[in-house]
Structures are given as C-alpha cells and as structure tokens.
C-alpha cells in the first residue's frame, strides 16, 4: 500500500512538473516579456530542470516498480491477481521507460541544437537569423516529444 502511493506521489510530482513548464510557465514568459530571446532563455533553464527532475522521478519510478516486483505473486490462490498486477507493472514500465526517452531526446539531443542555434544567432536571436527555418523545425520535434510525453504522463498518473 505505502509503495502504491509512493508511486502515485512520484507520478504526481512528474506529470506536474511536465504540464507546469510546459503549458504553463513557458508560455506565460512568452506572453509576458516584450524581449523573446529573454524569454526563450528563461524557458530553456526551466526546460532543463524540468529535465533533470524527469530523469529523477523515472529513476525513482523504475525503483519502486522493482521493488514492487514482488508483491505480484500472492501465492496459489492470487491466480488472475497476480496477474493483473503483472500486466499493470509491465504497462507502467513501459510508460516510464517511453517518458524517460523523451526526456532523454530532448533533453541530450534536441536542446544542445537549438542552444548552439541560439548562441550563434547572436542577441538578436534565432528568429532574425537565417537558422530560423532550422531552430523551428528543432522547436516542432521537440514540442510534438514533449506532447507525447505529456500525454502518456496522463496514463502513468491514472494507471496508479
């Protein structure tokens, strides 16, 4: 029951922080200062905390479901129980390795391109640059990961 809501908590924290930078304090910044490139700036150190935070609770996910592993066999009369608890463990693992590789695409991958984008453009920002085209492509992947990413943290939280 405690490793339950622990991981129900942890699941919690997670999608929070997701949907919070994401679709709250990002677009707030954006919305909010007249200088863009300040507020992109702003939101990529957000991004990258959130980061660090989802790698956190996916490590901690992924120990709490192994050491959840055992109360799937309940003995000769858990039959189907045990496995329900089986599949439902197997689906939660696969969530939490999925998400953990979204953050791991964007976080590794996509935000040094556009952070090398972004530096070389100068203080005028990508947007006046001739890497717009290719900083808003790096923008598009990246949103339409963190989209999925937001999406199977909805899963992760009602699959608990």
């Given amino acids: 029951m405690l490793l339950a809501r622990t991981r129900l ?3 919690t924290l997670w999608a929070g922080s997701i949907w919070t930078v994401g679709y709250l304090a990002a677009p707030t910044l954006f ?3 007249s200088d863009r490139v300040l507020a992109g700036n702003i939101a990529a150190n957000l991004f990258a905390h959130q980061a660090w935070l989802s790698i956190a609770c ?3 996910m992924l120990a709490l479901l192994w050491v959840g592993r055992g109360s799937e066999t309940g003995g000769i009369f858990a039959g189907s129980a045990a496995n329900s608890a089986a599949r439902t ?3 939660l693992l696969v969530i939490v390795a999925i998400m953990l590789a979204c953050t791991l695409i ?3 991958g996509l935000q040094p391109m556009m ?3 972004r530096a070389a453009a100068g203080p005028g920002g990508v947007m006046e640059e001739a890497a717009h085209n290719e900083f808003g492509i790096l923008h598009g992947i990246s949103s339409s990961v963190y989209l999925v990413q937001s999406l199977l943290a909805v899963w992760l939280v009602l699959k608990q």
């Fill in 106 to 108: 964007m976080h590794f």
């Fill in 58 to 60: 996916a490590l901690v």
């Fill in 89 to 91: 463990r197997r689906v």
């Fill in 31 to 33: 919305a909010t200062l």
């Fill in 115 to 117: 952070a090398s984008l």
């Fill in 9 to 11: 908590l942890v699941a």
